[in-house]
């Protein structure tokens, strides 16, 4: 099958090939945090995301929500449908951790009253910055898909916090995005790893995420090997 490279992300290749309307997601071993001034790299992460991504889209599929996840086809490589994307992150939040924490003064680890929903627009020269909906009427992007968004965002939620509760971990936080496909159908896109969450062990609050790796916190391999053997084995 030829592939071309359509677009080079800070984690992930993306290739066209010869099928209409599909696309190579290629999981790379490199890291970058803080819009990408600090990078770094380890063996076995983009095999360890790019696993874990297949197992929660698979489950989210099986349970009613549209994701453009159509097969795993080699340990790095996820086969995906083709969308246009919204310039859209969807982050969805059940613990206080991180900007949060900051944002509202709340210690990281306080556990939230209900799921709290951010919109921030895809923009890395703007620092990716959370926006309300006047904001991103402005930015052309519509209420309908806004809404669907934040809908999106929840369900996932809903269904993502008992998959990873009953592999003892605390779904903190996770950052979600969002695209159209040709028959102008919106669906749930990217990726879903230990790069887009943060997963607390239950019992010993061990980070078990990229939070590692932004924090120098040390054995960053050995905790998305940990998360892999959880969502996989
Ligand atoms: P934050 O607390 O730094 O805003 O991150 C919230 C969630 O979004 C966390 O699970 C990590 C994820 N995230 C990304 O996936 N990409 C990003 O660029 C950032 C800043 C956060």
Redesign the pocket.
Known sequence: MAERLLYEGKAKKVFTTDEEGVLLHRFKDDAT???AKKRGSWAGKGRANAAISAAVFEYLEANGIPTHFIERVDETTLKTRRLEMLPV?V?V?NVA??????LIGYEEGTELKAPIV?L?YKDDALG?P?LNWYHFRELGVSDADLEFCEELGLRVNGLLWPFFDERGIVL????IEVGRDAGGTLMLADEISP????FWDKTSGEKL???RF?RDLGGVEEAYEDMLRRVTG
């Open positions: 945090a803080f819009n992150e982050i939040r951790a991180g900007s949060l924490a900051r951010e921030c990716d959370m903190v936080d996770f950052k790069d887009t969450c943060r995420d990229k939070d932004r």
